[in-house]
C-alpha cells in the first residue's frame, strides 16, 4: 500500500470515531486494565524501547556518569516498568473519580504517544520534511487509535504486550546489550599471578584528551615554549617520542589500548571485565593504584573499589537525568526540531554543560536552568583536583601508580589559559554534530577556543609538576604524559575524527613524554612510537615479566623493531612513519595564528589592525549601522577575579549583510579582535575573543565595520545597544 494510501485508509478509520457520542460509547467499552495496558504499550515503545536501546548500546554513557551496577538496573526497570505503569495507573486512578475526564486524558496520552511513535517509525522511512513527517503520524496516530478502540482482538493482543512488552524491553537492555557488561561483568578480573618487579619506581601516568601534537609546535616540530611552558619543561626533562601515534581515534577504544599494549576490541566495553589483562592488574600485587578514569572502568574493582568518583549518589542521579531529559529530547522529537539542543554524540556525559544560558534565550524548545551547573561546569576541575590529592598520599610501603584520564582539551572549549571560563556558546561551526560547517572563519573560531583550552591543559601539568616536585617525588618517578587522540580543525568535513590524507596529522599523532627516573634517558627521539608501547616500556623499566602479549614494543629496548607504516582504528588506515603529516598541520595553524598565540587570530588580510589604537583611524561616526550586543552591560563592571569572564563577545549587525561583512571590535581604545559577519536564522551574526588582560573592571567596547575601497580602508562605526 502506498503512503497516500494509507494515509487515506486511516483518515477513513479515523472519520469513523470522530463524532464525541462514538468515541464515548466506544471508550466506554474500555475495562480498566485495558486502558492500563494500552498506555504500558504505548509507552514502551515510543519511549522506553527507543531510550532504552539508545543506553544500552551505549554503555560509556554510564562509564561516564560513574553509575553504579545496581544503578544501571535501577535506570532500567524505572524508564521500562515504573514509569509506564504509574502513567496507567495515574488514568486509571483518574477514571474511577470522574470518569469523563479519565476517558479524556486516556484518549489524549494514547494519541500523543501514538505521533511520538509514528514521528520515528516514519522518519526511519527516510521522511523528513517537517509537515509531511507531522501530518503523516498525526494521521496515522489516529488511525492506530480507531483500530483500537473498535477492535476486540487487538485489544486482547495489547493485554498481553501491556505484560510482556516491559519485561522484554528491560531484560533486553540487562541482559542483551552492551551495557549488560556492566551489569554482569562476568569473569572477575584483578586476580592476578603475583610477579615480581625489580624496580618498583612511582608511577604517574596523565592521559589527555583529543589533542594534537600540531597544536603544541611550531612547524619545525618544537614544542613554541613561550606559550606551553610546563609542556615545554616537561619535555626537556624526557624522553619525547616526537613522531608517536595513537592506534585509536575513539576514546572507548584508545584508552584500553594504552592500558593492554594491544589493540582494543570494538567488541568489548572499556571495563575490566572486558579487559582482565591490564596495567593495573600487572601492578595490583605491588603497587598502590590510584586511578581515575572519567569514562572507562578498566582498574578492577579488587584493585581500584567500585567508587563513584567521590560524586554523591544524589549529584550523579540528578546529573543522569538531566542528560537523560536531553537524550529524550533527541530521541522523540523529529530531527529538525533539535538543532537548539546541546548535541549528545560530542561527550559521554554533560550534554548541556559549560554552556552559556544566555545563548538559548531565543530557543524556546530547552532551558538549561534546572542544571547544576556550577557542578557540572567544574567537573573536570574537580577530577584534577582528586589527582592532585592522590599525588599528595602519604607513601607507604607500596609504591604508589597514580593515573588520570583528564577530560582536556576535549571540548566543550571552555576554558581561557589561566582556568576562567570565557563564556562562549555551542560552537555555530559545529554543523550536523558530527564534522564542521564550510565557513573556515567559523572554524577557525572553534580552533582558537581549542587552542585556549591547550594552555589550561597545559597549566594544569604545570600544577601536577609543581606538586610533585614540592613532595620529593618528582625526579624519582617515571611520569608519562600522553593524548589518546587528536581532532582536526577543517572546514567542510564531515567528521572532527574521521581519517583521512588530509586529516591525518591532525587525529593520529598525538603527543608522546616519558620521564624516567633520574632523569636518564632524554632527548628528543624521533622513532614512530605507537601509545600500545607504553605498557612493554613500564615493564621493562620497572623489571616486570608481562604475563600476556602485547602488539607493541618496549621504547626503551635496543632491539624494538623498525616500523616502515601504522595503523590506527585496528587496521582501517594505514599510514606511512615520516610524520610530515603534523609539522604541515602546525604550518597551517602558525598561517591562522600568528606565532600560534590563539589571539592573535584575524580575518585575512586585516591581521595589522590588531593592537592600533583607534584614535589612530579615521573612523566615520554617522553611525549608519548598528548591532546588538548580547550582555553589553556585562562589561560595564567586570569582576576581574571571577571564575567567569566575558571574554566571549557576540551579536548581531542590524546592516543589510548578506556577504560577511568585517567588523573590527576595539577594547579600552585598542583594537583586540578583527572578525566577520555570517548569517545564521536569517541574522547577521559575529563572534570575537577579547584578550581577558586587556578587560577592565568598567570597560569601553567599541565596534566598527571595515571596507576596502581600492588599496584603502574604510572605516565606519556602529552603534551599540543591549
Known amino acids: 500500500m502506498s503512503w497516500v494510501g494509507l494515509m487515506g485508509r486511516c483518515g477513513g478509520w479515523w472519520r469513523a470515531v470522530a463524532g464525541s457520542a462514538a468515541i464515548g460509547n466506544a471508550l466506554r467499552k474500555i475495562g480498566s486494565w485495558d486502558q492500563v495496558a494500552s498506555l504500558v504499550v504505548m509507552f514502551s515503545f515510543a519511549f522506553a524501547q527507543p531510550l532504552l536501546g539508545l543506553l544500552g548500546e551505549n554503555p560509556e554513557f554510564f562509564l561516564a556518569q560513574s553509575a553504579l551496577r545496581l544503578e544501571v538496573v535501577i535506570l532500567g526497570l524505572l524508564i521500562g516498568v515504573a514509569l509506564p505503569f504509574a502513567l496507567g495507573a495515574a488514568v486509571w486512578g483518574l ?98 599471578t603475583p610477579i615480581a618487579i625489580g624496580n618498583p619506581v612511582p608511577i604517574v601516568m596523565i592521559v589527555l584528551d583529543e589533542l594534537p601534537l600540531a597544536s603544541l609546535i611550531d612547524s ?24 608517536a601515534s595513537t592506534v585509536e581515534s575513539n576514546t572507548e577504544r584508545a584508552i584500553p589500548s594504552i592500558v593492554t599494549g594491544q589493540h582494543a576490541d570494538r567488541n568489548r566495553v572499556p571495563i575490566a571485565s572486558d579487559y582482565p589483562e591490564t596495567l593495573f592488574t600487572l601492578l595490583s600485587n605491588v603497587y598502590d593504584i590510584r586511578a581515575i578514569e572519567p569514562l572507562t572502568d578498566l582498574c578492577p574493582d579488587s ?73 557540572l561546569t567544574a567537573q573536570r576541575a574537580g577530577l584534577f583536583g582528586q589527582f592532585l590529592r592522590n599525588l599528595s598520599v602519604p607513601p607507604g610501603s607500596r609504591p604508589p601508580f597514580n593515573f588520570l584520564h583528564l577530560l582536556l582539551p576535549h571540548q566543550p572549549w571552555s576554558y581561557l589559559p589561566d582556568g576562567r571560563k570565557h563564556g562562549a556558546p555551542l560552537p555555530v561551526a559545529a554543523g550536523d554534530g558530527h564534522g564542521w560547517v564550510s565557513d573556515e572563519w567559523l572554524v577557525n573560531q572553534i580552533y582558537q577556543q581549542h587552542l585556549l583550552q591547550v594552555q589550561y591543559t597545559d597549566r594544569l601539568i604545570g600544577l601536577a609538576i609543581d606538586r610533585m616536585r614540592e613532595l620529593g617525588s618528582y625526579d624519582e618517578s617515571l611520569i608519562v604524559v600522553m593524548a589518546d587522540h587528536g581532532i582536526t580543525f577543517r572546514p567542510g568535513v564531515e567528521r572532527r575524527r574521521g581519517i583521512t590524507d588530509d586529516s591525518l596529522g591532525d587525529i593520529a599523532a598525538v603527543p608522546l613524554l616519558m620521564k624516567f627516573p633520574g632523569g636518564e634517558p632524554r632527548g628528543v627521539d624521533d622513532y614512530r612510537a605507537e601509545l600500545t608501547d607504553i605498557v612493554p616500556t613500564i615493564a621493562d623499566l ?88 548580547l550582555g553589553l552591560d556585562r562589561y560595564e563592571v567586570v569582576d576581574l577575579e571571577g571564575a567567569s569572564i566575558p571574554a566571549h563577545l557576540t551579536g548581531t549587525l542590524s546592516a543589510d549583510a548578506e556577504e560577511p561583512t568585517v567588523l573590527g571590535i576595539a577594547l579600552n581604545g585598542s583594537i583586540v579582535a578583527v572578525t566577520q559577519t555570517f548569517m545564521r536564522d536569517g541574522d547577521a551574526r559575529f563572534q570575537a575573543m577579547l584578550p581577558p588582560n586587556m578587560l577592565r573592571i568598567s570597560n569601553d567596547i567599541e565596534i566598527f565595520r571595515v571596507e576596502r575601497v581600492g588599496e584603502d580602508r574604510r572605516f565606519n562605526a556602529v552603534s551599540l545597544e543591549n
Open 95 to 192: 477514571s474511577r473519580l470522574f470518569p469523563r475526564a479519565g476517558r479524556a486524558g486516556f484518549l489524549a496520552l494514547v494519541a500523543t504517544l501514538g505521533v511520538i511513535l509514528w514521528v520515528q517509525v516514519t522518519e526511519a522511512f527516510g521522511v523528513s520534511s517537517i509537515f509531511p513527517l507531522i501530518a503523516g503520524s498525526v494521521v496515522l496516530s489516529a488511525g492506530t487509535l480507531a483500530i483500537y478502540l473498535h477492535s476486540g482482538g487487538v485489544r486482547s493482543a495489547i493485554r498481553l504486550l501491556g505484560v510482556l512488552a516491559p519485561l522484554v524491553i528491560v531484560a533486553n537492555y540487562v541482559v542483551l546489550s552492551p551495557a549488560a557488561a556492566l551489569v554482569f561483568p562476568g569473569k572477575a578480573a584483578g586476580e592476578q
Open 220 to 243: 619545525y616540530g618544537f614544542i613554541q615554549t613561550d606559550l606551553y611552558p610546563n609542556v615545554s619543561q616537561l619535555a626537556d626533562d624526557s624522553m619525547w617520542f616526537r613522531n
Open 303 to 375: 584493585v581500584c573499589g567500585e567508587d563513584a568518583q567521590d560524586f554523591p549518589t544524589t549529584f550523579r542521579w540528578h546529573r543522569m537525568f538531566s542528560d537523560l531529559r536531553i537524550i529524550t529530547l533527541h530521541v522523540m522529537l523529529p530531527e529538525v526540531w533539535t538543532s537548539g539542543l546541546p548535541p549528545i554524540d560530542q561527550n559521554w556525559a554533560d550534554f548541556g554543560a559549560e554552556i552559556d544560558p544566555s545563548s538559548y534565550s531565543d530557543r524556546a524548545e530547552f532551558s538549561l536552568r534546572e542544571r547544576f551547573d556550577e557542578k
Open 542 to 629: 620497572i623489571e616486570a615479566q608481562l604475563t600476556w602479549e602485547t602488539t607493541g614494543h618496549s621504547l626503551l629496548s635496543d632491539q624494538r623493531p623498525p616500523r616502515a607504516q601504522s595503523s590506527i582504528n585496528s587496521g582501517a588506515i594505514t599510514f606511512g612513519v615520516s610524520g610530515q603529516e603534523k609539522l604541515e598541520i602546525a604550518a597551517r595553524k602558525l598561517e591562522i595564528f600568528e606565532g600560534g598565540d590563539p589571539f592573535k587570530l584575524a580575518v585575512a588580510g586585516y591581521q595589522d589592525l590588531l593592537g592600533t589604537q583607534i584614535s589612530e583611524l579615521d573612523i566615520d561616526q554617522s553611525l549608519t549601522d548598528r548591532a546588538t550586543v
